[in-house]
């Protein structure tokens, strides 16, 4: 997937339909299998373990939701899809070290667009996962991003990828912050 979108070519949804499918299954089955694999796999590009682990969180929070198959189907597309857009900003803006510059994180935001006109080459994408995608830094108070958008023009699921993506951010190590502990990160969200 992040090979297509490298090389401007539209990554195929059969394949990330295939692996999403795979997931749902495991978690159904096993509803902590993939949690332990997320915490417990060698992180070896922050982007690729973020986007594997919002899927597994998604489909974790969706099932505890009680949510039928075809929507976990959908929490775990958006997931590994939210940040997708990233592979599109330049290498140095990603592993920046520090806070950025008001133009920087201009640039950064950019990503959310990226990543949905990266949906659009791609065929049989769910309105709900375009919609996660667009609304996945979209905050209650309306202090998010790219729409200002507040509490219920988010939507369920916009939420559950806004606090997913959250949780998976603040605990894991990134260019400008440490790792919290997942009960820190708990109390704080």
Known sequence: LMTSVRE????????????VSTMV???????????????MKDRD???????V?????????GRSLGFPKEDLHKLGFAGLMLDIGKMKLPEELLSRHGRYTRGEFMLMKTHVQHSLD???QMD?????????????????????????????WIGIFGSMAGIVDCFTAITSDRPYSQAKSPHD?????
């Open 45 to 51: 590009s922050y982007s690729y373990g973020h986007a």
């Open 8 to 19: 401007d070519l539209p990554p195929q949804s059969e394949e990330i339909n295939e692996a």
């Open 124 to 152: 049989n994408v769910s309105m709900d996962v375009f919609d996660m995608v667009a609304r996945h830094h979209e905050r209650h108070d309306g202090s998010g991003y790219p729409y200002g958008l507040k509490a219920e």
């Open 118 to 120: 990266i949906l659009n």
């Open 53 to 61: 682990d919002c899927s597994v969180y998604m489909l974790a929070f």
């Open 25 to 39: 299954d495991s978690i159904i089955r096993n509803p902590n299998a993939l949690l332990w694999l997320s915490l």
């Open 185 to 189: 990160t708990l109390q704080l969200l």
